[in-house]
Structures are given as C-alpha cells and as structure tokens.
C-alpha cells in the first residue's frame, strides 16, 4: 500500500520569499505519478503539479517546482516569490501508474504568507 | 477552461435521511471519483466510476453509499441513511481517457453537515 507523508503540519513564509513543502512518500510501485494540490480557505483542490516517476527532470509550473528524489522517495515543492494568494492548505499525494483512480493524500501543510 | 462542478455547495440534513450529491465532470473525461475530507484531516478515496460502474472502492464506501450515472453528464453520490461521522466535504473529480492515473480534477466539493 502506498503512503505519503507531510512532516510540516505549518509553515510560514514572508511575501516574495521562497518557501518549500516537504513530502516523502513510500511505494512498492515502480512507476507511479504524484501530485501536488492547493487548497484555498474555499476549500477547493486546485491542482499545482505533477510529476510522473519515470521522468527524471523536476516538473515545473511557473513559480511553482519540485524536488523530485526518486531514491530518497522525497517530492517536495518549491514556491519561488510567494504572494498573499498562496496562502492554502498544500496536500502532497500519489497514484500508481495503472490505478483505478485511488489518489493517496498526506496530512497537508498550512502555509502561511505574510505581508 | 472546462471544470467539474458540484450541487448543492452546502447541505444539511437530519440523522437517518437520505442524500444525494451531484457532480457534472469534465465533458470528455470518462473517469468519476468521489473523495471525502472529514474537517481537519486528510482527504480520502470513496470510489472511482468507469464505463457505468465501479472500478474500486474504498472500505469506506459501504452499503449505505451509492453511485450513479444517470444520464450523459451527471455523476451522483447517494448516502441512504446518513450518519453524523458523514458530516465532511465531498469532492467529485474527474479525469481524462487513459484511466486514475492520469490528473485527476477537482470540484469545488459538497461541504454535507449531518445533525
């Protein structure tokens, strides 16, 4: 069965600053994809990026990217130049290539901007 | 940009009644899932849908839950009799042709309050 875990219940970071979230996960799956997903205070799951395992290159999306440690089974997300507007709930989660659709969601990390 | 969208944005109900919680996925997405998010915790796998039936479903996904497509673009969930530990968000999600692992998008979830 396959876990994921987020250490960092909260996390702050000042405004223009760079913030990362942490993630690791554990999987018996050779191939699998993970995502990230923000979760405003409206409490919609907007997705933010996703990674599928087999690639090496760290996925990329705008300010947003990822620290992809296959070996290490770490996925940690990297917010370049934060603004108000990234104040959310982050949840990291997986997938295993050929699932039936059962995404695997951490805890989630509560970040917070300040101005 | 298409989405999946969710009806009612907020319901309550007495213990014991019946619920239904309407989706309309993405139009070309052939993928339906449910998940639910109890507040404060981790979002949850119920089930995912496939070719007018289910593919997987979670322990949690007992008798008392249902799920139907009942015509071309609609994607139900039916809790027959509800129970308070039902109160949670439901979020429907939908994702394109080749099957769960593939980005799976997110309503803007059924916040359901059971008294």
């Known amino acids: 069965a396959q876990t994921v875990t987020q250490s960092q219940p909260e996390m702050s970071v000042q405004e223009a600053e760079t913030v990362t979230l942490s993630c690791t996960y554990d999987?018996?799956?050779?191939?699998?994809?993970l995502f990230w997903y923000k979760q405003p205070p409206s409490r919609q799951m907007i997705l933010v990026i996703r990674q599928e395992a087999y690639k090496q290159q760290n996925a990329t999306e705008n300010r947003f990217s990822v620290n992809f440690q296959k070996a290490a089974k770490s996925f940690s997300l990297k917010i370049s130049d934060s603004q108000l507007g990234d104040a959310a709930m982050y949840f990291c989660a997986s997938i295993p290539r050929g699932s039936q659709g059962n995404l695997i969601f951490g805890k989630g990390t509560k970040l917070s901007v300040k101005p | 940009e298409p989405e999946v969208t969710q009806t009612p944005s907020h319901q309550v109900t007495q213990m014991g009644q019946e619920v239904i919680l309407r989706c309309v996925p993405i139009s070309n997405h052939l993928y339906f899932y449910w998940y639910r998010q109890i507040l404060g915790q981790k979002v949850e796998f119920l089930v995912s849908f496939y070719n007018n039936e289910i593919s997987e479903k979670s322990e949690i996904f007992d008798d008392q839950f249902s799920v139907e497509r009942p015509d071309g673009s609609n994607f139900t969930l039916k809790i027959r009799s509800t129970k308070l530990e039902d109160s949670a968000m439901y979020f429907c999600?939908?994702?394109?042709?080749?099957?769960?692992?593939?980005?799976?998008?997110f309503g803007p979830g059924t916040r359901l309050l059971v008294l």
């Open positions: 999987t018996s799956e050779s191939d699998y994809y």
């Open positions: 999600a939908s994702s394109g042709t080749s099957g769960g692992e593939e980005t799976q998008y």
